[in-house]
């Protein structure tokens, strides 16, 4: 009597076991055990690049927790139809077969392979001949045109001269009027008297006249001596003496306001520093400075 295969074996066991079988699938995400009789089980091959195919085909690496023995099965819902060898008894296994059938492959979808449309090259319109002739002609009139233009230029330089003179004096008029607006750009957003000089309340908040022009009432009046006011320096005998007059840092009439900022809202030397952009020495020479001139300009005043 010939010796049974592997498979054959397992059919014979599989035949003998009822619905108590304890036997199960090894697969991932697979639930076949032996209670459905419509499955069948097979054991792994003994050794060999079979059995390698079939612990790569199910995606499980044999270790600690997952030991192949005896007892160690892939149900027939992972082998397709052709791997079985039929009979009217029984079906068992062919002797290449690796299980294909599993769920990461059941659920890929092969992608609709992409093709394009050949659309017919649209052919360049022709143009006729006498289209050709005309625009070859049009051009060499431009040409002849430009040839001229330039010939009558040489021949007149004084009229080149005159042209850019002309451009040129647009261009200087054209920076001049940019200049112009970025001063009065500047002067309206730096900090000082022009900033405020539409707006009352902050005139009087700042320098306790109740309206800008009351302010300007009383620059005008103190102008004429303040031109020819001359600034006092301490020396570091911290005495005040007389010295040369400096090139000014500040409008006269912002120099003015930074003072009345002082004495009407106590603002620190510091504080106005940062606001005119100027150093703390130069606020506190110009704050002395002018303390002691209007102490004798307004003293002067009988009230």
Same mark, same amino acid.
């Given at each position: 009597? $010939? ?7 397992? !059919? ?7 619905? &108590? ?19 069948? =089980?097979?054991r792994?091959?003994?050794? &060999? ?20 023995? $005896? ?12 791997? =079985?060898?039929?009979?009217?008894v ?17 659920? !890929? ?49 004084? *009229?080149? $001269? ?9 261009k ?8 112009k ?10 900090? &000082? ?11 009087? !908040?700042?320098?306790?006249? +109740?309206?800008? $022009?009351? =302010?300007?009432? /009383? !620059? ?14 301490y ?9 040369? +007059? ?19 809202? &106590? ?8 606001? =005119?952009?100027?150093? *703390? ?10 303390s002691? /001139?209007?102490? /004798?300009?307004?003293? +002067?005043?009988?009230?």
């Amino acid at each position: 009597m $010939a010796a049974m295969s592997e498979d054959e074996k397992d !059919f014979l066991e599989l035949s003998k076991m009822g619905k &108590g079988s304890d036997q199960h699938c090894c697969v991932p995400n697979c639930n076949s055990n032996g209670r459905r009789h419509q499955v069948s =089980f097979h054991r792994f091959p003994q050794a &060999g690049a079979r059995r390698n195919s079939w612990i790569q085909a199910i995606r499980r690496d044999p270790g600690p927790l997952f030991n192949i023995n $005896a007892y160690t099965f892939v149900c027939s819902l992972h082998f397709i139809r052709e791997d =079985f060898k039929w009979t009217p008894v029984k079906k068992t296994l062919k002797a290449d077969a690796v299980s294909t059938v599993f769920s990461w492959t059941r659920d !890929f979808t092969p992608r609709r392979e992409l093709f394009k449309h050949i659309t017919p090259n649209k052919k360049p319109k022709l143009q006729s001949e006498n289209e050709t002739l005309l625009d070859s002609i049009s051009e060499e009139v431009n040409q002849e045109e430009d040839i001229q233009e330039s010939e009558e230029q040489l021949r007149n330089p004084s *009229v080149v $001269a005159v042209n850019i003179e002309k451009e040129l004096e647009r261009k200087l008029k054209e920076r001049d009027e940019e200049i112009k607006q970025l001063k009065e750009k500047l002067r309206i957003e730096r900090f &000082g008297v022009f900033r405020f000089s539409n707006d009352d309340a902050m005139i009087m !908040f700042y320098t306790g006249f +109740s309206t800008n $022009a009351l =302010f300007l009432a /009383f !620059f005008n009046y103190v102008q004429p001596a303040a031109n020819s006011m001359t600034s006092y320096y301490y020396k570091a005998t911290d005495t005040i003496n007389l010295s040369v +007059s400096r090139q000014r840092t500040m409008v006269l009439i912002d120099e003015l306001f930074m003072f009345l900022c002082r004495l009407k809202c &106590g603002l620190f030397e510091q504080d106005l520093a940062c606001r =005119f952009n100027v150093h *703390v020495s130069t606020v506190s020479r110009k704050l002395i400075t002018w303390s002691i /001139f209007l102490y /004798f300009v307004l003293g +002067s005043i009988n009230i």
